[in-house]
């Protein structure tokens, strides 16, 4: 068994290796790769394919990378040439190269690169460039706008659902003076990366994608009309589902008006319903806006002390006015407010000396709560609160009437709104 073993593990490393050496095979998945989406490639690339420019005051150096090595091919002199002396001496040196190797990428000294390893859960693998751009102020001093900045993915451990990646970034004011001289010289640049990466011949590139994109090996060389054909294609594969839905608007049009119509008129009934309930509640809500008259006089009664008579009572809308005479004037205010019914107690003139001894006359305000439920249950009477009792059955008597009530009913029938005693009324 463990012979066997051995054996196919021989087998798919001689297999391995002679993939590995197929130039066919790195070709097409080259050219594969060109047509994987962006957020599943790799944020890395092969410094081989470029030529590395390292620009300073004096001089632009070319490089290329070679088994791991930078090897010098051509340098420019910068302090004793011109701007067009520059392009022509730049364009010279890119030219002895060939036409394959000609893609430009700016070279950063390490003391120009800010690197971290950085450990983030692996849900954000799909937005991690827009999750790494949210976090720029926590891994570097500058603003997201500020920098910059690349990442490369080193390790996935899907048992901890972790991602642990290396996160590039650098200034953007010298990299942007170095790529616009670079384009003045006719030398679009298509990568920024960190001279101190270069070991691991996976580079992270700086410079946004839209920014550094280079035109495709298969676009370049596609044929017009193949294109063209692949464009109207794609038109029709866009246009057919909306044909096909539009069609199926078109059926259910009739359902919908009729849906419209029953939905009008029920809306119409449902407004002519509140409308009969709204006149229909109006007088009882004007009704149980305020406590009947009776309900009034005997919170009025229960409140005032023995000491204190009512000689007059006014009630207007939702304020009780009452005058008379008092032995203990500077308690009213305060018995008034520790009522249910009444609030805002005030007197409405200053205090006047009584006609009896020792008392003070005076006129008071009070405003009055609304009791919608006690004056509902003290409008209804007992056999109309229950109405499935027996009439053999007996009734309770009221209360005996306290002399403020007795002196409020001999006294003429006043309107709903005013109510007046023209006789002195006494709390016993």
């Not at 001279?195 to 044929?223: F, W």
């Amino acid at each position: 068994m463990s012979t066997s073993t051995e054996n196919y593990s021989e087998t798919l490393g001689r297999l391995k290796k002679q993939l590995a050496t197929s130039r066919f095979l790195r070709w097409w998945l080259g050219e594969l790769a060109g047509m994987v989406p962006a957020w599943l490639q790799s944020a890395g690339l092969d410094a081989a394919s470029y030529t590395l420019v390292r620009l300073d005051q004096a001089s632009a150096l070319l490089c290329r990378l070679e088994n791991g090595a930078l090897r010098n091919i051509g340098s420019v002199p910068l302090q004793s040439l011109d701007v067009a002396g520059q392009r022509q001496a730049f364009q010279a040196a890119l030219g002895q190269l060939p036409a394959s190797r000609r893609e430009i990428a700016l070279m950063l000294p390490p003391g120009r690169v800010l690197r971290k390893t950085l450990t983030l859960p692996l849900a954000t693998e799909e937005n991690l460039r827009q999750v790494l751009e949210f976090q720029i102020e926590q891994h570097t001093p500058f603003q997201p706008g500020e920098v910059y900045f690349g990442y490369r993915v080193l390790a996935r451990d899907f048992q901890r659902g972790q991602l642990t990646l290396e996160f590039a970034a650098t200034p953007r004011g010298a990299v942007d003076q170095a790529v616009k001289t670079l384009n003045s010289w006719g030398a679009p640049v298509r990568a920024v990366v960190a001279e101190n990466m270069l070991a691991a011949n996976e580079l992270v590139n700086l410079l946004p994608a839209a920014q550094g994109k280079a035109p495709s090996r298969l676009m370049r060389g596609i044929n017009p009309w193949l294109a063209g054909l692949l464009v109207l294609l794609a038109l029709a594969a866009m246009a057919m589902p909306l044909l096909i839905k539009r069609e199926a608007v078109v059926q259910l049009q009739p359902w919908v008006e009729k849906g419209k119509q029953a939905a009008q008129a029920a809306d119409a009934l449902r407004r002519q319903l509140e409308t009969r309930v709204d006149q229909h509640n109006y007088l009882l809500e004007k009704r149980q806006a305020l406590p009947p008259v009776i309900m009034a006089l005997e919170e009025l009664t229960r409140v005032l002390p023995d000491d204190t008579w009512v000689q007059q009572l006014d009630i207007k809308g939702k304020e009780l006015q009452i005058q008379g005479e008092t032995a203990s004037s500077f308690r009213l205010i305060g018995l008034f407010e520790q009522s249910a019914m009444f609030h805002d107690a005030s007197f409405r003139a200053p205090l006047t000396k009584g006609q009896a001894s020792g008392s003070e006359h005076y006129q008071l305000a009070l405003q009055m709560q609304p009791m919608v439920g006690q004056a509902a249950t003290a409008a209804t009477p007992p056999a109309a609160a229950a109405p499935a009792a027996s009439a053999s059955s007996p009734v309770a008597l009221p209360p005996a009437p306290t002399p403020a009530a007795s002196a409020s009913a001999a006294a003429p029938k006043a309107p709903e709104n005013r109510a007046s005693a023209a006789a002195p009324e006494k709390k016993p």
